[in-house]
Protein backbone atom coordinates (compact mmCIF):
# COMPACT_ATOMS: atom_id res chain seq x y z
CA UNK A 1 0.00 0.00 0.00
CA UNK A 2 0.98 3.87 -0.76
CA UNK A 3 1.97 5.12 2.86
CA UNK A 4 1.75 8.44 0.84
CA UNK A 5 -2.35 8.06 0.95
CA UNK A 6 -2.45 6.55 3.80
CA UNK A 7 -0.55 8.64 6.09
CA UNK A 8 -1.99 11.42 5.39
CA UNK A 9 -5.53 10.07 5.96
CA UNK A 10 -4.91 8.44 9.53
CA UNK A 11 -3.25 12.10 10.38
CA UNK A 12 -6.57 13.64 9.02
CA UNK A 13 -8.64 11.26 10.92
CA UNK A 14 -6.73 12.11 14.07
CA UNK A 15 -6.52 15.73 13.68
CA UNK A 16 -8.55 16.26 16.92
CA UNK A 17 -5.37 15.57 18.90
CA UNK A 18 -4.48 11.93 19.28
CA UNK A 19 -1.45 11.05 17.16
CA UNK A 20 -1.87 7.88 15.36
CA UNK A 21 0.39 4.81 16.37
CA UNK A 22 1.92 3.66 13.84
CA UNK A 23 4.73 -3.42 16.40
CA UNK A 24 9.51 -20.32 22.94
CA UNK A 25 6.97 -22.89 21.34
CA UNK A 26 10.21 -24.73 21.12
CA UNK A 27 12.18 -23.07 18.21
CA UNK A 28 11.94 -25.27 15.16
CA UNK A 29 14.81 -24.25 12.44
CA UNK A 30 11.90 -23.49 9.56
CA UNK A 31 10.19 -20.77 8.34
CA UNK A 32 6.69 -19.96 10.48
CA UNK A 33 3.76 -21.49 8.08
CA UNK A 34 1.83 -18.31 8.41
CA UNK A 35 4.30 -15.53 7.87
CA UNK A 36 1.89 -13.10 10.58
CA UNK A 37 1.88 -15.99 13.64
CA UNK A 38 4.59 -14.00 16.16
CA UNK A 39 4.01 -16.53 18.86
CA UNK A 40 4.37 -19.90 16.68
CA UNK A 41 0.64 -21.11 17.74
CA UNK A 42 -0.47 -21.69 14.56
CA UNK A 43 -3.04 -18.81 14.61
CA UNK A 44 -2.43 -16.15 12.16
CA UNK A 45 -2.31 -12.64 14.53
CA UNK A 46 -2.94 -8.74 13.46
CA UNK A 47 -0.61 -5.69 13.52
CA UNK A 48 -1.53 -1.95 12.53
CA UNK A 49 -1.11 1.05 13.12
CA UNK A 50 -2.20 2.60 17.02
CA UNK A 51 -3.09 5.23 19.10
CA UNK A 52 0.23 6.36 21.03
CA UNK A 53 -0.32 6.83 24.92
CA UNK A 54 -0.28 9.67 27.07
CA UNK A 55 3.68 10.95 26.67
CA UNK A 56 4.37 9.53 23.27
CA UNK A 57 4.07 10.97 19.72
CA UNK A 58 6.19 9.28 17.50
CA UNK A 59 3.86 6.34 16.52
CA UNK A 60 2.97 3.30 17.81
CA UNK A 61 2.36 -0.56 16.64
CA UNK A 62 -0.83 -2.62 17.74
CA UNK A 63 -0.62 -6.44 17.74
CA UNK A 64 -3.64 -8.68 18.36
CA UNK A 65 -2.99 -11.88 18.63
CA UNK A 66 -4.87 -14.92 16.94
CA UNK A 67 -6.10 -18.27 19.15
CA UNK A 68 -8.39 -20.83 18.81
CA UNK A 69 -11.36 -18.86 19.35
CA UNK A 70 -10.32 -16.02 17.26
CA UNK A 71 -8.58 -12.66 17.81
CA UNK A 72 -7.71 -11.83 21.36
CA UNK A 73 -8.94 -7.94 21.11
CA UNK A 74 -8.99 -7.50 24.97
CA UNK A 75 -5.07 -7.92 25.10
CA UNK A 76 -3.88 -5.66 22.83
CA UNK A 77 -0.19 -5.29 22.58
CA UNK A 78 1.68 -1.41 21.78
CA UNK A 79 4.82 -1.52 20.23
CA UNK A 80 7.11 2.01 20.23
CA UNK A 81 10.54 3.30 20.22
CA UNK A 82 10.29 3.46 24.13
CA UNK A 83 9.56 -0.13 24.14
CA UNK A 84 12.26 -1.81 25.85
CA UNK A 85 14.60 -3.48 23.64
CA UNK A 86 12.94 -1.35 20.92
CA UNK A 87 15.96 0.32 19.03
CA UNK A 88 15.75 4.21 19.08
CA UNK A 89 13.83 6.78 20.91
CA UNK A 90 10.04 8.28 21.07
CA UNK A 91 10.61 11.82 18.82
CA UNK A 92 7.32 14.15 17.88
CA UNK A 93 8.53 14.04 14.32
CA UNK A 94 8.93 10.20 14.04
CA UNK A 95 6.76 7.96 11.90
CA UNK A 96 7.44 4.56 13.66
CA UNK A 97 5.00 2.47 12.39
CA UNK A 98 3.91 4.33 9.11
CA UNK A 99 4.94 1.20 6.89
CA UNK A 100 4.38 -2.44 7.74
CA UNK A 101 5.05 -6.12 6.33
CA UNK A 102 6.01 -9.65 8.18
CA UNK A 103 7.41 -12.77 7.94
CA UNK A 104 10.00 -14.93 9.68
CA UNK A 105 12.89 -13.85 8.76
CA UNK A 106 15.82 -15.55 11.28
CA UNK A 107 13.22 -19.02 10.18
CA UNK A 108 13.69 -19.89 13.58
CA UNK A 109 9.09 -20.81 13.44
CA UNK A 110 8.41 -17.47 14.52
CA UNK A 111 7.34 -14.65 12.38
CA UNK A 112 8.66 -10.76 12.79
CA UNK A 113 7.15 -7.82 12.58
CA UNK A 114 8.90 -5.36 10.33
CA UNK A 115 8.48 -1.53 11.15
CA UNK A 116 9.38 1.34 8.71
CA UNK A 117 9.92 4.73 10.12
CA UNK A 118 10.59 7.14 6.93
CA UNK A 119 10.50 10.24 8.81
CA UNK A 120 13.75 9.06 12.22
CA UNK A 121 16.02 11.41 12.99
CA UNK A 122 19.50 9.78 12.63
CA UNK A 123 22.60 12.08 14.15
CA UNK A 124 22.40 14.95 11.94
CA UNK A 125 20.40 13.18 9.23
CA UNK A 126 16.81 14.57 9.23
CA UNK A 127 14.13 12.05 7.74
CA UNK A 128 16.95 9.48 6.88
CA UNK A 129 14.36 6.58 8.06
CA UNK A 130 14.66 3.67 9.73
CA UNK A 131 13.22 -0.14 9.61
CA UNK A 132 13.17 -2.25 12.94
CA UNK A 133 12.56 -5.79 12.89
CA UNK A 134 10.80 -6.96 15.81
CA UNK A 135 11.66 -10.62 17.00
CA UNK A 136 8.51 -13.15 16.95
CA UNK A 137 8.77 -15.77 19.82
CA UNK A 138 6.69 -17.74 21.60
CA UNK A 139 6.36 -14.89 24.36
CA UNK A 140 5.21 -12.76 21.23
CA UNK A 141 6.86 -9.67 19.38
CA UNK A 142 9.73 -9.07 21.65
CA UNK A 143 13.14 -6.90 21.30
CA UNK A 144 14.48 -5.56 17.99
CA UNK A 145 16.97 -4.63 15.66
CA UNK A 146 17.77 -2.13 12.92
CA UNK A 147 18.37 -2.79 9.66
CA UNK A 148 21.38 -1.45 8.35
CA UNK A 149 21.23 1.29 5.16
CA UNK A 150 23.20 0.79 2.00
CA UNK A 151 24.47 4.09 1.00
CA UNK A 152 22.11 5.77 -1.23
CA UNK A 153 19.38 4.20 1.20
CA UNK A 154 19.13 7.65 3.13
CA UNK A 155 16.22 9.74 2.72
CA UNK A 156 12.77 8.15 4.34
CA UNK A 157 14.34 4.83 4.36
CA UNK A 158 11.56 2.19 5.34
CA UNK A 159 8.75 4.34 3.28
CA UNK A 160 7.41 0.83 2.31
CA UNK A 161 8.13 -2.69 2.76
CA UNK A 162 7.37 -5.91 0.94
CA UNK A 163 8.19 -9.44 2.06
CA UNK A 164 8.57 -13.01 0.23
CA UNK A 165 11.14 -15.48 -1.16
CA UNK A 166 12.55 -13.68 -4.00
CA UNK A 167 15.27 -16.41 -5.10
CA UNK A 168 13.19 -19.31 -4.13
CA UNK A 169 15.57 -20.75 -1.46
CA UNK A 170 13.89 -20.88 1.21
CA UNK A 171 14.70 -18.29 3.07
CA UNK A 172 12.52 -14.90 3.47
CA UNK A 173 13.46 -11.43 1.59
CA UNK A 174 12.52 -7.88 2.53
CA UNK A 175 12.60 -4.90 0.00
CA UNK A 176 12.51 -1.50 0.89
CA UNK A 177 11.87 1.56 -0.52
CA UNK A 178 14.80 4.36 0.81
CA UNK A 179 16.22 7.34 -0.99
CA UNK A 180 13.84 7.24 -3.87
CA UNK A 181 15.09 3.39 -5.07
CA UNK A 182 14.53 -0.42 -3.88
CA UNK A 183 16.40 -2.41 -2.24
CA UNK A 184 16.34 -5.55 -1.63
CA UNK A 185 17.60 -7.64 1.61
CA UNK A 186 18.53 -11.03 0.91
CA UNK A 187 18.00 -13.70 3.87
CA UNK A 188 18.83 -14.82 5.84
CA UNK A 189 18.61 -12.43 9.00
CA UNK A 190 20.03 -12.54 12.59
CA UNK A 191 19.12 -10.71 15.63
CA UNK A 192 22.71 -9.20 15.86
CA UNK A 193 21.87 -7.10 12.35
CA UNK A 194 23.41 -9.64 9.77
CA UNK A 195 21.79 -10.07 6.21
CA UNK A 196 22.23 -11.81 3.08
CA UNK A 197 23.34 -9.96 0.21
CA UNK A 198 21.59 -6.09 -0.63
CA UNK A 199 21.09 -5.23 -3.65
CA UNK A 200 19.84 -1.81 -5.47
CA UNK A 201 16.29 -1.85 -7.72
CA UNK A 202 16.78 0.44 -9.97
CA UNK A 203 16.15 1.25 -13.88
CA UNK A 204 19.52 2.58 -14.45
CA UNK A 205 19.72 5.67 -16.03
CA UNK A 206 15.48 5.51 -16.64
CA UNK A 207 14.99 8.63 -14.10
CA UNK A 208 13.30 6.35 -12.09
CA UNK A 209 12.39 7.04 -8.22
CA UNK A 210 10.10 4.46 -6.22
CA UNK A 211 7.59 5.14 -3.75
CA UNK A 212 5.78 1.67 -2.53
CA UNK A 213 5.52 -1.52 -3.15
CA UNK A 214 3.49 -5.18 -3.77
CA UNK A 215 4.30 -8.61 -3.38
CA UNK A 216 2.91 -11.71 -4.52
CA UNK A 217 3.03 -14.86 -7.02
CA UNK A 218 2.67 -14.07 -10.72
CA UNK A 219 3.89 -16.14 -13.15
CA UNK A 220 3.74 -18.95 -11.34
CA UNK A 221 7.35 -19.86 -11.03
CA UNK A 222 6.46 -20.41 -7.30
CA UNK A 223 9.36 -17.86 -6.80
CA UNK A 224 7.57 -14.41 -5.38
CA UNK A 225 7.29 -11.48 -7.72
CA UNK A 226 7.29 -7.62 -6.23
CA UNK A 227 5.85 -4.74 -8.06
CA UNK A 228 7.01 -1.10 -7.55
CA UNK A 229 4.88 1.85 -8.07
CA UNK A 230 7.49 4.87 -9.05
CA UNK A 231 7.67 7.73 -11.31
CA UNK A 232 9.70 7.62 -14.27
CA UNK A 233 10.89 10.93 -16.12
CA UNK A 234 10.17 10.09 -20.08
CA UNK A 235 11.20 13.67 -22.34
CA UNK A 236 11.92 15.40 -19.05
CA UNK A 237 8.63 14.38 -17.75
CA UNK A 238 7.39 12.57 -14.31
CA UNK A 239 5.45 9.56 -15.34
CA UNK A 240 3.42 7.30 -12.87
CA UNK A 241 4.66 3.90 -13.90
CA UNK A 242 4.14 0.29 -12.62
CA UNK A 243 7.38 -1.91 -12.47
CA UNK A 244 7.18 -5.87 -12.37
CA UNK A 245 10.30 -7.91 -11.29
CA UNK A 246 9.95 -11.36 -11.75
CA UNK A 247 11.68 -13.47 -8.95
CA UNK A 248 15.07 -15.48 -9.46
CA UNK A 249 17.58 -17.63 -8.32
CA UNK A 250 19.97 -14.01 -8.35
CA UNK A 251 16.62 -11.91 -6.92
CA UNK A 252 14.64 -10.26 -8.90
CA UNK A 253 14.76 -9.68 -12.84
CA UNK A 254 13.68 -6.85 -14.48
CA UNK A 255 9.88 -7.05 -16.34
CA UNK A 256 7.23 -4.97 -18.70
CA UNK A 257 6.55 -1.53 -17.10
CA UNK A 258 3.16 -0.19 -17.13
CA UNK A 259 2.00 3.35 -17.12
CA UNK A 260 -0.67 3.79 -14.48
CA UNK A 261 -1.14 6.57 -11.52
CA UNK A 262 -1.85 4.19 -8.70
CA UNK A 263 -1.22 4.93 -5.20
CA UNK A 264 -1.68 0.91 -3.62
CA UNK A 265 -1.40 -2.38 -5.46
CA UNK A 266 -2.75 -5.94 -4.47
CA UNK A 267 -1.48 -9.54 -6.16
CA UNK A 268 -4.32 -12.12 -5.99
CA UNK A 269 -5.18 -14.91 -8.64
CA UNK A 270 -8.42 -13.84 -9.53
CA UNK A 271 -8.86 -16.39 -12.22
CA UNK A 272 -7.80 -19.48 -10.53
CA UNK A 273 -5.38 -19.92 -13.57
CA UNK A 274 -2.38 -20.07 -11.61
CA UNK A 275 -0.63 -16.93 -12.37
CA UNK A 276 -1.51 -13.73 -9.98
CA UNK A 277 -3.40 -10.68 -11.03
CA UNK A 278 -1.65 -7.47 -10.31
CA UNK A 279 -4.89 -4.57 -8.97
CA UNK A 280 -4.01 -0.90 -8.71
CA UNK A 281 -5.98 1.38 -6.94
CA UNK A 282 -6.48 4.38 -8.51
CA UNK A 283 -8.17 6.40 -6.11
CA UNK A 284 -7.65 10.25 -7.47
CA UNK A 285 -8.32 9.00 -11.49
CA UNK A 286 -11.43 10.79 -13.13
CA UNK A 287 -11.70 13.67 -11.23
CA UNK A 288 -11.36 11.47 -7.82
CA UNK A 289 -14.22 9.19 -8.98
CA UNK A 290 -11.43 6.02 -8.61
CA UNK A 291 -10.85 2.78 -10.00
CA UNK A 292 -9.48 0.05 -9.81
CA UNK A 293 -6.79 -1.33 -12.44
CA UNK A 294 -6.20 -4.82 -13.13
CA UNK A 295 -3.02 -6.70 -14.96
CA UNK A 296 -3.37 -9.98 -15.51
CA UNK A 297 -0.97 -12.72 -14.73
CA UNK A 298 0.43 -14.32 -16.94
CA UNK A 299 3.81 -17.22 -17.14
CA UNK A 300 6.15 -14.11 -19.04
CA UNK A 301 4.58 -11.76 -16.55
CA UNK A 302 1.71 -9.32 -16.37
CA UNK A 303 -0.06 -8.66 -19.86
CA UNK A 304 -3.55 -7.05 -20.30
CA UNK A 305 -5.68 -5.04 -18.21
CA UNK A 306 -9.46 -4.81 -16.93
CA UNK A 307 -10.92 -1.48 -15.69
CA UNK A 308 -13.63 -0.97 -12.81
CA UNK A 309 -14.92 1.52 -11.05
CA UNK A 310 -18.58 2.21 -9.96
CA UNK A 311 -19.92 3.08 -12.81
CA UNK A 312 -19.09 -0.77 -13.60
CA UNK A 313 -21.90 -2.86 -14.03
CA UNK A 314 -23.20 -4.52 -10.98
CA UNK A 315 -21.15 -2.14 -9.21
CA UNK A 316 -23.09 -0.54 -6.18
CA UNK A 317 -23.29 3.22 -5.98
CA UNK A 318 -22.32 5.52 -8.76
CA UNK A 319 -18.82 7.16 -9.92
CA UNK A 320 -18.97 10.35 -8.33
CA UNK A 321 -16.27 12.89 -7.63
CA UNK A 322 -13.84 12.69 -4.74
CA UNK A 323 -15.36 9.21 -3.47
CA UNK A 324 -11.97 8.10 -3.84
CA UNK A 325 -12.66 4.38 -5.30
CA UNK A 326 -9.80 1.99 -4.55
CA UNK A 327 -8.49 4.25 -2.17
CA UNK A 328 -7.08 1.05 -0.39
CA UNK A 329 -7.00 -2.79 -1.93
CA UNK A 330 -6.14 -6.20 0.11
CA UNK A 331 -7.36 -9.53 -2.28
CA UNK A 332 -7.78 -13.17 -0.40
CA UNK A 333 -10.26 -15.90 -0.42
CA UNK A 334 -13.66 -14.92 1.15
CA UNK A 335 -15.21 -17.40 0.42
CA UNK A 336 -13.09 -20.48 0.26
CA UNK A 337 -13.90 -21.43 -3.45
CA UNK A 338 -10.27 -21.17 -4.67
CA UNK A 339 -10.39 -17.58 -6.66
CA UNK A 340 -8.77 -14.91 -4.84
CA UNK A 341 -11.50 -11.81 -4.08
CA UNK A 342 -10.83 -8.29 -4.08
CA UNK A 343 -11.64 -5.97 -1.45
CA UNK A 344 -12.03 -2.13 -2.29
CA UNK A 345 -12.50 0.80 -0.38
CA UNK A 346 -14.20 3.45 -0.99
CA UNK A 347 -13.82 6.19 2.15
CA UNK A 348 -14.60 9.23 0.96
CA UNK A 349 -18.31 7.82 -0.33
CA UNK A 350 -21.20 9.88 0.64
CA UNK A 351 -24.09 7.92 1.85
CA UNK A 352 -27.89 9.22 2.07
CA UNK A 353 -26.74 13.14 3.14
CA UNK A 354 -23.79 11.37 5.18
CA UNK A 355 -20.56 12.75 3.65
CA UNK A 356 -17.64 10.39 3.64
CA UNK A 357 -19.10 7.75 5.25
CA UNK A 358 -17.39 5.64 3.42
CA UNK A 359 -17.46 1.64 2.21
CA UNK A 360 -16.11 -1.14 1.00
CA UNK A 361 -16.88 -3.14 -2.93
CA UNK A 362 -15.74 -6.63 -2.73
CA UNK A 363 -15.26 -7.78 -5.82
CA UNK A 364 -15.53 -12.00 -5.86
CA UNK A 365 -13.31 -13.59 -7.90
CA UNK A 366 -14.40 -16.42 -11.05
CA UNK A 367 -14.33 -18.03 -14.67
CA UNK A 368 -12.86 -14.87 -16.59
CA UNK A 369 -11.77 -12.78 -13.43
CA UNK A 370 -13.38 -10.20 -11.97
CA UNK A 371 -16.90 -9.01 -12.83
CA UNK A 372 -18.80 -6.24 -11.17
CA UNK A 373 -21.82 -8.37 -11.52
CA UNK A 374 -20.18 -10.51 -8.76
CA UNK A 375 -19.96 -8.05 -6.49
CA UNK A 376 -21.24 -6.72 -3.19
CA UNK A 377 -21.32 -3.57 -1.08
CA UNK A 378 -20.32 -3.64 2.65
CA UNK A 379 -21.83 -0.47 4.25
CA UNK A 380 -20.41 1.61 7.23
CA UNK A 381 -23.23 0.58 9.23
CA UNK A 382 -22.09 -2.78 10.04
CA UNK A 383 -20.56 -1.24 12.54
CA UNK A 384 -23.28 0.66 13.88
CA UNK A 385 -25.30 3.78 13.25
CA UNK A 386 -24.74 5.63 10.00
CA UNK A 387 -21.93 8.26 10.68
CA UNK A 388 -20.45 11.35 8.73
CA UNK A 389 -16.96 11.19 8.41
CA UNK A 390 -16.20 7.61 9.11
CA UNK A 391 -13.85 7.15 6.37
CA UNK A 392 -15.17 3.32 6.25
CA UNK A 393 -12.65 1.52 4.09
CA UNK A 394 -9.39 3.81 4.55
CA UNK A 395 -7.59 0.46 5.40
CA UNK A 396 -8.27 -3.43 4.21
CA UNK A 397 -7.13 -6.49 5.10
CA UNK A 398 -7.87 -9.95 3.87
CA UNK A 399 -6.58 -13.21 5.88
CA UNK A 400 -8.01 -16.10 7.60
CA UNK A 401 -7.59 -15.56 10.99
CA UNK A 402 -10.11 -17.84 12.23
CA UNK A 403 -8.59 -20.78 10.03
CA UNK A 404 -11.80 -21.71 8.72
CA UNK A 405 -10.32 -22.05 4.91
CA UNK A 406 -12.52 -18.53 4.37
CA UNK A 407 -10.61 -15.24 4.69
CA UNK A 408 -11.65 -12.58 6.90
CA UNK A 409 -11.90 -8.64 6.27
CA UNK A 410 -10.36 -6.33 8.50
CA UNK A 411 -11.51 -2.51 7.86
CA UNK A 412 -10.41 0.47 9.38
CA UNK A 413 -12.59 3.85 9.95
CA UNK A 414 -12.54 6.14 11.98
CA UNK A 415 -15.04 4.87 14.59
CA UNK A 416 -15.21 1.44 14.68
CA UNK A 417 -12.65 -0.57 13.11
CA UNK A 418 -13.67 -4.12 12.68
CA UNK A 419 -13.09 -7.81 10.90
CA UNK A 420 -15.98 -9.47 9.68
CA UNK A 421 -15.71 -13.33 9.41
CA UNK A 422 -15.70 -14.95 5.67
CA UNK A 423 -18.37 -16.64 4.71
CA UNK A 424 -20.09 -18.20 1.84
CA UNK A 425 -21.63 -15.19 0.64
CA UNK A 426 -20.83 -11.80 1.11
CA UNK A 427 -18.30 -11.25 5.03
CA UNK A 428 -20.72 -11.40 7.66
CA UNK A 429 -21.09 -8.73 11.18
CA UNK A 430 -22.03 -12.34 13.09
CA UNK A 431 -19.31 -12.94 15.40
CA UNK A 432 -16.86 -9.92 14.26
CA UNK A 433 -13.64 -8.71 16.33
CA UNK A 434 -14.02 -4.82 16.70
CA UNK A 435 -10.16 -4.19 16.85
CA UNK A 436 -9.18 -1.73 19.58
CA UNK A 437 -6.78 1.17 19.16
CA UNK A 438 -6.54 1.49 15.11
CA UNK A 439 -5.61 4.54 13.94
CA UNK A 440 -3.37 3.58 11.56
CA UNK A 441 -2.52 1.07 8.58
CA UNK A 442 -2.80 -3.07 8.34
CA UNK A 443 0.79 -4.56 7.72
CA UNK A 444 0.94 -5.33 4.54
Do not use: C
Amino acid sequence: MSRRTAAALAAALLATGVTPLFLTAPATAAVAKHYDDFNGDGHRDVAYGGYNAVGQSGGTVTVVYGTASGLDTAHPKAIHQDTAGIPGTDEEDDQFGASLASADLNKDGYADLIVGNPTEHVGSQQYRGAVTVVWGSASGLSGGTNLALKSGAQGHFGRDLATGDFNGDGSPDLAVVGGGETWLYRGGFTKSGTTGAVSEIDKEGAGWYSYSLAAGKVNGDGRTDLVVLGEQFVDGQPVERAWYLKGASGGLTSGPSKTVTATTAAIGDFDKNGYGDIAFGRPDSHDGKGSVLVWRGASAGPSGSAMYNQASSGVSGSAEAGDNFGYALSAGDVNGDGYADLAVGVPHEDVSGKEDQGGVTLFRGGSGGLDGMRSAWIPQTVTGPAESHSAFGYTLRLRDLTKDGKADLGIGAAGTALVLRGATGTPTATGAFVLPELGGTFAD
